[in-house]
């Protein structure tokens, strides 16, 4: 299994700020993913963050509004930019031990950002 | 493109009731299937996951799910509801995007446990 680690577990920003979300894991790890789960929601993927390689964004998330780093096999961030209340959210990081399909993903708490 | 429904949003049973949670799934290849919980205020915690063989799989907290191809289902099940099961229950389906393997999840279902 995996252990992990998001902060901050909660803010609240203002509009136009910017706030990066911390994944730290307790082992090291291929794979890792960013979902977002808005208000009532499920969960949606953001981008997958493989580690020595440019995340790869899925449909409707951008870079340049949620750039993510992976400097490392235990560590990445989320950053989400220029923020408005359309982005609170609960951001969840994830990660799985194997890129096989048949292997189950493990998440960390949740980053819960509201925007005022 | 894969999918997940769960066509319940909300349920509520009574404390020691049996559950059944739907969900159907749209997958072209073999599906590898999961149930997550997420309890308020909490992260998603694995209850289940389905990979091949044996098509009733057996959880944590006394949570099963069956897979049924031919219904395209992996409906999650408990015989005696406990208070402390009140949370919301992901089906998720493990599927492929450009750079890994990812997951599906459907809309949710919120249970709810009346004592």
């Known amino acids: 299994s995996a252990v992990i680690s998001q902060k901050p577990s909660r803010d609240i920003c203002q509009r136009g700020t910017s706030l990066t979300i911390q994944c730290q894991v307790d082992?090291?790890?291929?794979?890792m993913f960013w979902y977002r789960q808005q208000p009532g929601q499920s969960l949606t993927l953001i981008a997958t963050?493989?580690?020595?390689?440019?995340?790869?964004?899925e449909s409707g998330f951008v870079i340049d509004k949620f750039p993510i780093s992976r400097p490392n096999l235990t560590f990445s961030t989320l950053t989400v930019s220029n923020m408005s209340p359309e982005d609170s959210s609960i951001y969840l990081c994830?990660?799985?031990?194997?890129?096989?399909?048949?292997?189950?993903?493990?998440f960390g708490q949740g980053t819960r950002l509201t925007v005022v | 493109a894969q999918s997940v429904t769960q066509p319940d949003i909300h349920i509520t049973v009574s404390e020691g009731a049996s559950l059944e949670l739907r969900c159907n799934y749209s997958?072209?290849?073999?599906?590898?299937l999961f149930w997550y919980v997420q309890s308020p205020g909490q992260g998603l915690q694995l209850l289940l996951k389905?990979?091949?063989?044996?098509?009733l799989v057996q959880g944590i907290k006394g949570f099963e799910a069956e897979f049924k191809r031919s219904q395209s289902s992996f409906n999650l099940r408990k015989p005696s509801v406990h208070w402390s099961d009140a949370a919301e229950y992901f089906c998720?389906?493990?599927?492929?995007?450009?750079?890994?393997?990812?997951?599906?999840f459907g809309g949710g279902t919120r249970l709810m446990v009346k004592p």
């Open positions: 994830s990660v799985k031990l194997q890129a096989t399909e048949n292997t189950e993903a493990f």
């Open positions: 963050a493989n580690q020595g390689s440019e995340a790869t964004y």
């Open positions: 997958y072209g290849a073999t599906p590898y």
């Open positions: 998720a389906v493990g599927s492929d995007n450009n750079a890994g393997n990812m997951l599906t």
């Open positions: 082992s090291q790890v291929t794979m």
């Open positions: 389905y990979f091949s063989g044996d098509t």
